[in-house]
């Protein structure tokens, strides 16, 4: 079995939990109604791939990891970081900004 990368409405909801963001700041981030958001998520509608895109790109840029699904296991989504890492990143964005990805 070859990887394939799985990105819909049970991940997306899984995801948004994971890394603490509301649908309020998802249709900030990208420009799409919360409503369509909250409807996707609970698989009541279909987004187009563009829109579905923006949501991705913005539960990774805070910590969310889509696992493919392969022969390893299934596909799925947990946190980019461990706890300790987090722990970390909150600390050093305190102290003065945000951390770049390439410095964790």
């Known amino acids: ?5 799985v990105f819909n409405s049970n ?13 309020w700041y998802i249709a ?16 009541i509608i279909s987004l187009p791939e563009k829109q579905r895109e923006a949501i991705k790109d913005v539960l990774i840029q805070h910590g969310a990891l889509f696992l493919p699904d392969s022969n390893a296991g299934g596909y799925g989504v947990r946190l980019k970081y461990s706890s300790s890492k987090t722990r970390q990143i909150d600390r050093w964005e305190a102290e003065g900004g945000p951390v770049a990805e390439d410095d964790v």
Do not use: P, W, Y
């Open 1 to 5: 079995m070859q990887e394939k990368h």
């Open 28 to 43: 900030d981030e990208t420009g799409i109604e919360r409503t369509k958001i909250r409807k996707f998520e609970r698989g």
């Open 11 to 23: 991940l997306a909801r899984a995801a948004r939990a994971l890394v603490g963001i509301s649908t």
